[in-house]
């Protein structure tokens, strides 16, 4: 299939994906696929103004009909599950499947939605005053500006714009300059749903193209409410200042480190299995690929080299061909990072297995390599850092607390794991004494989390939570109400105060 129909079967017009400055090119042999026109300070500046006009109108719709729009929203990424799914593959280079797995990953949280759209539930609170009611509301709270990555370019908009429009919060997207193609053909199956809705407020869902200033009028601007940002770690800290610095509130899903630690008792094919999946797929650029490799001594010498032997067979290519299961990095400086990576580890008394760039010669302008395990013998400053592109390394352990205290001691707390059999140790690592990340699994890989758990991590993952369980709260203003139907006027604390 050519890059050009599968443009047109996500619904993009070809007119409008050329004469622009912003270049757009697939990973997958790096040939320009659009040139977008950006947009400028003056017409975000108007967007945000749109928005606040649909928020005056939105609030005011009930939770469950504004619950029917996301409804039909799901409905329509159904209805176009393939073609976002194949576009997710030639603009960010994974594989079909997991383009798939993301468009899937969209309509989950739909359903999700629309169910918590009847559910915006608040407390009653026992009062300590006679005749008094105490409750919590919840209210819509405002704009709601969505800072998306390239490695998961449709799904985390979804699980915050979601949540935030059954919330009643209007969306500004700012999608990563890499894949703005996706947030467009997005828009396309959004503006379906609100024409099928009928009287949705305009501006309900925009999409703003352009770079980093572009997304920097969110953070700074008083009248988006919140901002809800994945990416790395220096982008969320630029978003978190801007935001504490007015007090607007800010979700940040950022930088991963993740780890498995494998047991004695571990069941090896299993884990082989997890570890190979999370290390590889996505070519190693989810926030929650698996990057350390916490391995005890007494399986260290089966598991090492059974992975190296799988690695070795691994069918790396065209992310749209069957059979494929590592496609490209995204483009050069990912290729540039990993290698400089790998020399670092290798400084630092690394054995590096793999890792070579390949199809070089097909394909000079795209970045191809063989996914790379590295065994070191400590967790270096370099294990410590997220390098975005698959490299496994994979250290030693012999006591469990060591090989929670190797685990955390990184910077980052997004994900993490531990193949186990032994019930102390699985329910160990899930203490507060065990993992410190915002997922904890048991004989799971890190990556792949179902929508229904709150998403998010710790430290420099940022603290912020989207998704299932209670995210939705983080889109609305709590409200504490005190209600006295008694005729006497009773203080709190039984303060006396006779005028
Ligand atoms: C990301 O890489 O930014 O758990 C998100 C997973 C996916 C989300 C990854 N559900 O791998």
């Known amino acids: 299939m050519s890059h050009a129909s599968v443009l ?7 007119n409008d994906l050329s004469g622009g400055t912003l ?6 042999d790096g040939n320009e696929i659009a040139s977008l026109k950006e947009h400028t300070q003056d017409q975000v500046a108007a967007m945000i103004d749109r928005a606040g006009t649909a928020f005056e109108a939105w609030r005011q719709v009930p939770a469950p009909r504004r619950g029917e729009l996301v409804r039909l929203i799901g409905d329509e990424l159904r ?59 919840w209210h819509p709270l405002g704009v709601c500006g969505v800072v998306t990555a390239f490695n998961f370019p449709v799904a985390p908009w979804c699980w915050n714009s979601a949540l935030a429009l059954v919330c009643g919060d209007p969306v500004i997207w700012k999608p990563s300059e890499k894949a703005p193609l996706t947030a467009l053909a997005t828009q396309v199956i959004v503006d379906r749903a609100v024409a099928r809705f009928g009287d949705a407020p305009d501006g309900l869902s925009q999409v703003v193209i352009g770079g980093a200033d572009l997304g920097r009028m969110l953070s700074a601007s008083p009248d988006v409410a919140i901002v809800s940002a994945t990416g790395s770690t220096r982008m969320g800290n630029a978003v978190g200042q801007a ?18 630690i494998v ?11 997890a570890i190979v999946f999370s290390a590889v797929g996505t070519a190693g650029q989810r926030c929650t ?23 070795a067979g691994l069918p790396i290519g065209d992310p749209l061909a069957d059979g494929i299961l590592v496609g490209p990095l995204i483009d050069g400086p990912a290729h540039q990072g990993m290698q400089e990576a790998l020399k670092r580890a290798e400084a630092d008394g690394g054995l590096v297995h793999g890792g070579e760039r390949i199809l070089a010669a097909e394909h000079p302008d795209a970045f191809y390599v063989n996914p790379a395990i590295v065994e070191m013998p400590s967790q270096t400053e370099i294990v410590r850092e997220e390098t975005f592109a698959p490299i496994l390394y994979v250290m030693r352990y012999s006591d469990l607390d060591g090989a929670i205290a190797i685990h955390n001691d990184v910077p980052q707390g997004l994900s993490s794991c531990i193949f186990s059999t032994d019930v102390r140790e699985t329910e160990q690592f899930l203490s507060g004494v065990g993992s410190d990340c915002g997922i904890a699994n048991v004989n ?23 998704s299932g369980s209670d995210a939705w709260k983080g889109y609305m203003r709590r409200q504490t109400n005190t209600v006295n139907y008694s005729r006497d006027l009773p203080l709190a604390q039984g303060i006396t105060f006779e005028i």
């Not at 994974?94 to 309509?107: C, D, P, R, S, Y």
């Open 8 to 14: 047109e079967a996500a619904g993009l017009d070809p």
């Open 23 to 28: 270049s757009v090119s697939t990973p997958i």
């Open 79 to 137: 209805a176009n599950k393939q073609q976002l799914g194949e576009l997710v593959s030639l603009e960010c280079g994974k594989i079909l499947q997991e383009g798939l797995g993301e468009v899937q990953e969209m309509i989950d949280i739909c359903d999700f939605a629309v169910g918590v759209s009847r559910q915006l539930y608040g407390l009653t609170i026992a009062s300590e005053r006679p005749g008094h009611a105490m409750r919590e509301t």
């Open 243 to 260: 935001l504490a610095a007015r007090f607007g509130r800010c979700i940040l899903e950022l930088g991963g480190n993740n780890g498995m």
């Open 263 to 273: 047991a004695p008792s571990a069941d090896l094919e299993m884990a082989i299995r």
């Open 289 to 311: 690929s698996l990057r350390r490799l916490i391995v005890h001594d007494d399986v260290y010498d089966e598991l090492v080299p059974r992975l190296v032997a799988v690695y």
């Open 444 to 466: 799971i890989g890190p990556s792949g989390a179902e929508i229904g758990g709150a998403f998010g991590g710790e430290k420099d993952t940022g603290g912020g939570r989207e």
